[in-house]
C-alpha cells in the first residue's frame, strides 16, 4: 500500500512532491459544516469535481481551530473561510476511485485549503482589488507557502483523528502533493482574486434563492442578505443534514445552481 501511494504521489507531480514532516503536524479541531452548491460540471478539467460555491451559513459556518506547533503562523490560529468557488481536492480523475482520494473524502480539510490559496491570491493582488481584502484573508497574511502544505495534513489528520474520515495513512502523501512545484506557482498566482470569490450579488441572489424553498429555509436562510464578508468567529457546531433531492434554480445570469446543503464531515 505505501509503495502504490508513493507511485501515486509520483504519477501527480511527475516526481515533483514537496516534503511535509509528519512529527511536525499538529492536530486541531473542526466546527459547523460544508455547505455547498453546485455551479458547474468539470468535464474538461482533469481535476478535482467541477465547480462549486461554499457558502458559510449563520452559525453553521465551517471553522478550523488549528493546534499550537512550529507551523503555526500569528493570525492563523482559527480559520473561517467566507463564500469563494472550489473543486473539493484536485485529485486527478484516473485516481478518484481509490480509497481516500475522491474529492471529497476530506471536504472540509479541501475547503479549508482552497480558502488559504483564495486569501493568498486576494493578498497578492491587494494593489489591484484593495476593495476585496477582508480581515479572515488577512489571517494568513503571515503563512508562508511550506506552511500551507502543513496545514493541509493539519486539517486531515484532523479529521481522520476525530472519525469524521478515512484513516490519515494519505495525510502526509497528500500534503507532500500540495507543497509542489506547481501548487507554489498558484500561492504567486496574481489577477485570480475576483474570479475565485463568490461575489457579493451572486451570494445574494444564491441566499434569496434559497428562502423560497422550504427544505433550505433553516439551513441557509439565515444568512441571506446578512453576509457582507465581515467574518465571524468561531461557531457551535450543528448536525449534518441533507437536502433531498437537490434544488435546482436558474440565476439572472443563465447559470444554474444546485443547492446541495451540507456534506458530511469526512465524505467517502
Given at each position: 500500500m505505501k509503495r502504490c501511494l508513493l507511485s501515486l504521489c509520483a504519477a501527480?507531480?511527475?516526481a515533483s512532491c514537496g516534503k511535509v514532516d509528519p512529527a511536525q503536524v499538529s492536530r486541531g479541531t473542526f466546527e459547523g459544516n460544508v455547505h455547498l452548491v453546485?455551479?458547474?460540471?468539470?468535464?474538461?478539467?482533469?481535476?478535482?469535481?467541477?465547480?462549486?460555491?461554499?457558502?458559510?451559513?449563520?452559525?453553521?459556518?465551517l471553522v478550523f481551530n488549528r493546534g499550537a506547533g512550529k507551523w503555526r503562523s500569528e493570525g492563523s490560529?482559527?480559520?473561517?473561510?467566507?463564500?469563494?468557488?472550489t473543486d473539493g481536492g484536485s485529485v486527478p480523475r484516473a485516481f478518484q476511485s481509490l480509497n481516500g482520494f475522491n474529492a471529497w473524502a476530506y471536504g472540509p480539510a479541501y475547503v479549508i485549503h482552497d480558502w488559504i490559496f483564495v486569501a493568498r491570491k486576494c493578498l497578492n493582488d491587494k494593489d489591484i482589488t484593495p476593495h476585496l481584502i477582508t480581515d479572515e484573508m488577512r489571517k494568513v497574511g503571515n503563512m508562508e507557502f511550506e506552511e500551507s502544505a502543513y496545514v493541509m495534513a493539519e486539517t486531515i489528520t484532523s479529521l481522520a483523528g476525530a472519525g469524521l474520515g478515512p484513516n490519515?495513512?494519505?495525510?502526509?502523501?497528500?500534503?507532500?502533493?500540495?507543497?509542489?512545484?506547481?501548487?507554489?506557482?498558484?500561492?504567486?498566482?496574481?489577477?485570480?482574486c475576483e474570479k475565485?470569490?463568490?461575489?457579493?450579488?451572486?451570494?445574494?441572489?444564491?441566499?434569496?434563492?434559497?428562502?423560497?424553498?422550504?427544505?433550505?429555509?433553516?439551513?441557509?436562510?439565515?444568512?441571506?442578505?446578512a453576509n457582507k464578508r465581515t467574518g465571524?468567529?468561531?461557531?457551535?457546531?450543528?448536525?449534518?443534514?441533507?437536502?433531498?433531492?437537490?434544488?435546482?434554480?436558474?440565476?439572472?445570469?443563465?447559470s444554474t445552481a444546485v443547492f446541495l446543503g451540507a456534506i458530511p464531515m469526512g465524505s467517502r
Amino acid at each position: 500500500m505505501k509503495r502504490c501511494l508513493l507511485s501515486l504521489c509520483a504519477a501527480l507531480v511527475l516526481a515533483s512532491c514537496g516534503k511535509v514532516d509528519p512529527a511536525q503536524v499538529s492536530r486541531g479541531t473542526f466546527e459547523g459544516n460544508v455547505h455547498l452548491v453546485w455551479i458547474r460540471g468539470g468535464e474538461d478539467d482533469p481535476l478535482g469535481d467541477g465547480v462549486f460555491a461554499y457558502l458559510p451559513t449563520g452559525n453553521d459556518k465551517l471553522v478550523f481551530n488549528r493546534g499550537a506547533g512550529k507551523w503555526r503562523s500569528e493570525g492563523s490560529e482559527v480559520i473561517v473561510p467566507e463564500a469563494f468557488y472550489t473543486d473539493g481536492g484536485s485529485v486527478p480523475r484516473a485516481f478518484q476511485s481509490l480509497n481516500g482520494f475522491n474529492a471529497w473524502a476530506y471536504g472540509p480539510a479541501y475547503v479549508i485549503h482552497d480558502w488559504i490559496f483564495v486569501a493568498r491570491k486576494c493578498l497578492n493582488d491587494k494593489d489591484i482589488t484593495p476593495h476585496l481584502i477582508t480581515d479572515e484573508m488577512r489571517k494568513v497574511g503571515n503563512m508562508e507557502f511550506e506552511e500551507s502544505a502543513y496545514v493541509m495534513a493539519e486539517t486531515i489528520t484532523s479529521l481522520a483523528g476525530a472519525g469524521l474520515g478515512p484513516n490519515n495513512d494519505n495525510a502526509n502523501l497528500i500534503a507532500s502533493v500540495t507543497a509542489g512545484p506547481r501548487t507554489r506557482v498558484l500561492w504567486k498566482q496574481k489577477g485570480a482574486c475576483e474570479k475565485s470569490l463568490v461575489s457579493q450579488a451572486k451570494l445574494d441572489e444564491l441566499m434569496q434563492a434559497a428562502q423560497t424553498n422550504e427544505a433550505l429555509r433553516d439551513e441557509i436562510a439565515p444568512q441571506a442578505l446578512a453576509n457582507k464578508r465581515t467574518g465571524a468567529g468561531p461557531a457551535p457546531a450543528a448536525s449534518v443534514e441533507y437536502v433531498e433531492p437537490p434544488t435546482e434554480f436558474t440565476l439572472s445570469d443563465g447559470s444554474t445552481a444546485v443547492f446541495l446543503g451540507a456534506i458530511p464531515m469526512g465524505s467517502r
